[in-house]
């Protein structure tokens, strides 16, 4: 597991961000044993603490659950794990659109480019 963390945002944050991409993915299945949060620190080389605090907000949200002294597993909660899938995909559409308005490019044209450029990087 490894990931890269920038300045702007809270390194927890991020661990959020990217166990959700993760699950977008597919790497982490419904109900999959995920690392202890001490493994994660040591993995990802971040402070215990913001580790714990990844895996409570995560809890929180219901993206991962923990029963007694097991290891924390991800959710199984399908219509939960379809939200993180359509809540990335939002996000990406969403800058995306804002850089292309930007420059005033038609809908059409855009439309046409993605297409283009998403079945380009199908056939690669």
């Not at 945002?9 to 982490?28: N, S, T």
């Not at 603490?49 to 993206?63: D, H």
């Not at 899938?85 to 993605?114: G, Q």
């Amino acid at each position: 597991m490894e990931a890269k963390f920038n300045n702007r945002d809270p390194v927890y944050v991020q661990v959020i961000r990217h166990f959700k991409e993760q699950i977008a993915k597919g790497y982490f299945e419904p109900g999959q044993e995920i690392p202890s949060r001490r493994e994660l620190a040591n993995k990802l080389k971040i402070n215990p603490n913001t580790a714990q605090r990844a895996y409570k907000e995560m809890e929180e949200q219901g993206l991962i659950f923990t029963e007694g002294n097991l290891p924390s597993r991800i959710t199984k909660d399908d219509k939960l794990l379809k939200r993180v899938r359509e809540e990335l995909i939002l996000e990406a559409v969403d800058t995306f659109v804002h850089s292309v308005r930007s420059i005033n490019v038609p809908l059409s044209e855009v439309l046409n480019l993605v297409k283009d450029q998403y079945e380009k990087e199908i056939k690669e």
